[in-house]
């Protein structure tokens, strides 16, 4: 999951980055993605890597970099977190 919010006049350009990633890494079966707003014009994107190796893979592949890349110079990333654990809804049995 990352947070982040577009540099100053960058807004449409982010957005059609973040497209554009999107894209790559669905058509190459690396992850599936959900992008949220907030109020506060901040944007959250939830990332579902199919597996490890795919997460590698992306880390690696040019189409992928080059959209990281061009990113770097139109948001800042305000928080991210690479891995979350699942919590149990289950009722706790004691």
Partial sequence: MAIWEPLPEMEAASLATI????????????????????PDSHFVLLRYWKS??????????PEVLRRWA?????????KVYEK?????????KS
Avoid: C
């Avoid at 490890?52 to 592949?61: C, G, M, N, T």
């Avoid at 061009?70 to 305000?78: A, F, M, P, Q, S």
């Avoid at 979350?84 to 706790?92: A, D, H, K, Q, T």
């Fill in 52 to 61: 490890e190796e795919a997460r590698q893979a992306a880390q690696e592949d």
């Fill in 19 to 38: 497209r554009e990633l999107i894209a790559v890494l669905a058509r190459k079966g690396y992850s599936r993605d959900l992008l949220y707003r907030s």
């Fill in 84 to 92: 979350l654990g699942v919590v149990s809804l289950e009722p706790v």
């Fill in 70 to 78: 061009r990113l770097g110079n139109e948001i800042r990333i305000l």
